[in-house]
């Protein structure tokens, strides 16, 4: 497959990619701290679980109780109820709506920035669109905070102008140098 909207090196894939070798995951986290690497891994767990359809595995890398979620084009996610429900929703929307991580950094002890990567083919309306095997592959940063073993904070800024766009929701014209003459 080919998406034009991967970081560089990233364009072409197979849905294989999406299973992460114990090598590429070591990649993944080259340069970090164990702990670093630990957070890094338990969120590639969570893209494992998701991508088997186990939403209940949620609850096992996640705070529940003290988990806050932001994103500037979802603010409804704000509680683990409510953020929870958008990987089902997704999963039953964008078949076979897989995840994985491209890059991840660090910061201290409880926090990591991970750069990713969902692919999914739509099935059903989404927004009023009918489905037309739209392909969708949205890249997004996440910022996540950790307490102990478990996030309880995610921050994430996604591409969703692409994936309207893919989908049909908006037409929206590519961006052209805005300082030529």
């Known amino acids: 497959m080919r998406s034009g909207n991967l970081p560089a090196g990233q364009e072409e ?21 164990e702990r670093q690497t630990f957070m890094v891994n338990q969120w590639m767990n969570i893209h494992d679980e998701l991508n088997k359809g186990n939403f209940k595995a949620l609850r096992e890398y996640c705070d529940v109780e003290n988990f806050t979620y932001d994103n500037p084009n979802r603010p409804d996610l ?32 409880d926090e990591i920035c991970v750069l990713c990567h969902h692919y999914g083919k739509q099935e059903k309306a989404y ?20 307490k102990g073993d478990k996030v309880v904070h995610i921050y994430s800024i996604s591409d969703v102008l692409t994936m309207f766009m893919d989908i049909g929701i908006i037409d929206a014209p590519q961006p052209v140098d805005p300082y030529e003459k």
């Open 78 to 109: 704000g509680t683990f109820e409510e953020w929870s429900t958008s990987p089902e929703g997704l999963y039953n929307t964008f078949p076979p709506c897989v995840y994985r991580t491209l890059k991840a950094w660090g910061r201290g002890d």
């Open 127 to 146: 927004m009023g669109v009918p489905a037309k095997g739209q392909e969708i592959n949205v890249t997004w940063f996440s910022w996540l905070k950790f």
């Open 13 to 33: 894939y197979t849905l294989e990619d999406f299973n992460l070798s114990p090598e590429k995951r070591a990649e993944i986290c080259e340069g970090l701290t």
